[in-house]
């Protein structure tokens, strides 16, 4: 069996993000391919909408590290980053939450290429969804 393209998996993880939020009651939107720095929209009620960047990694471990692009993600309370793992074996997804001040605190933008990394110390957030839970039922 080949290996997925990135851009496949780019839209695996986009897709997935937007069956999770669904799942949790929440109404996603998956946005065209030309939007600047979001994948996707959230809302509970439509009183509030947040926004998603979606970065997936096919490896066939699991990568504790993502490349997030050399654009720095605009820092707002409404703007979220989810990291998954979608491993090539068809294992479950690990995904993991952001706020976009995380993420631009934190990745390597001093490199040709910046990447996030997690640490094993916050295992915690493995598959949980509670900073948009949080902000959407604020």
């Keep these: 069996m080949s290996p997925r393209s990135s851009s496949l998996t780019g839209e695996a993880g986009e897709h997935y993000v937007a069956f ?3 799942r ?3 109404q996603p939107a998956v946005l065209r391919k030309n939007s600047k ?3 996707l929209l959230a ?3 439509g009183s509030k909408v947040l926004s998603i960047q979606v970065k997936a990694s096919a490896a ?3 990568p504790r590290q993502w490349m997030v692009g050399k654009k720095k993600p605009v820092v707002s309370k409404n703007c979220f980053h989810v990291f998954l793992n979608i491993r090539e074996d068809n294992s479950p997804v690990d995904s993991y939450v952001f706020t976009s001040a995380e993420v631009l605190k934190r990745a390597s933008w ?3 290429a910046p990447t996030f990394c997690i640490s094993r110390k916050e295992e915690n957030r493995k598959n949980s969804w509670q900073l948009i839970k949080d902000f959407l039922h604020e």
Excluded: K
């Design 20 to 22: 999770s939020l669904a």
């Design 24 to 26: 949790l009651g929440f």
């Design 60 to 62: 066939r471990r699991n």
């Design 37 to 39: 720095g979001v994948d």
């Design 110 to 112: 001093h490199t040709s």
């Design 43 to 45: 809302t509970a009620d």
